[in-house]
């Protein structure tokens, strides 16, 4: 009994980095931004040598339309082959091969006056990647990461073309 309790004291300090962590109001926060705050907080925190980036988000559907009602959530980071030591936007980190994967879940809230955010991250089912099955994901993740620069790109061009900032044609 006494060692299965041991067990628990590794991943402990995983686990409390995800203890409720209250976040800056914003008119327009979205649950990818949270995740995303979420992910920089914990880059900021690791001992881990290099960033982690998002790679899979799963939001449980709303029961109902508040956003103010905690949300499950659950979602896989990776490790960048970006260095904590530098600043990085992550959106041009690419995935580190054979990189850390973190599995992830809690609960989010959009609660207008204060949202927040319960998530959880490591322990026992930290993956070291490299399996046949790890590298088709981080294959599949690669490709999905690529086409979202592609389409940001596109985005802020448009953005900036209905802004008025951009060459008018």
């Known amino acids: 009994m006494e060692k299965g309790w041991t067990m628990w004291l590794s991943p402990l300090p995983l686990l409390l980095l995800g203890l409720m962590t209250p976040f800056a109001t914003a008119q327009s926060l979205s649950y990818l931004d949270l995740v995303n705050r ?88 930290d993956i070291k990647s490299g399996g046949f099955l790890h590298r088709i994901i981080r294959s599949f993740a690669n490709f999905i990461h690529q086409k979202y620069r592609i389409l940001l790109d596109k985005y802020r061009k448009l953005q900036d073309i209905f802004s008025g900032s951009g060459d008018k044609v």
Do not use: W
């Open 38 to 125: 979420f992910i920089d907080n914990y880059n900021k925190k690791s001992i881990s040598s290099n960033l982690f980036q998002l790679l899979v988000l799963n939001l449980q559907p709303e029961a109902n339309n508040d956003p103010a009602t905690p949300r499950a959530l659950n979602f896989t980071m990776m490790e960048t082959v970006c260095p904590k030591t530098k600043q990085h936007n992550l959106v041009e980190c690419r995935f580190k091969k054979k990189g850390l994967v973190k599995q992830c879940s809690g609960t989010i809230s959009l609660d207008a006056t204060q949202p927040s955010i319960n998530i959880s991250c490591g322990g026992p089912e």
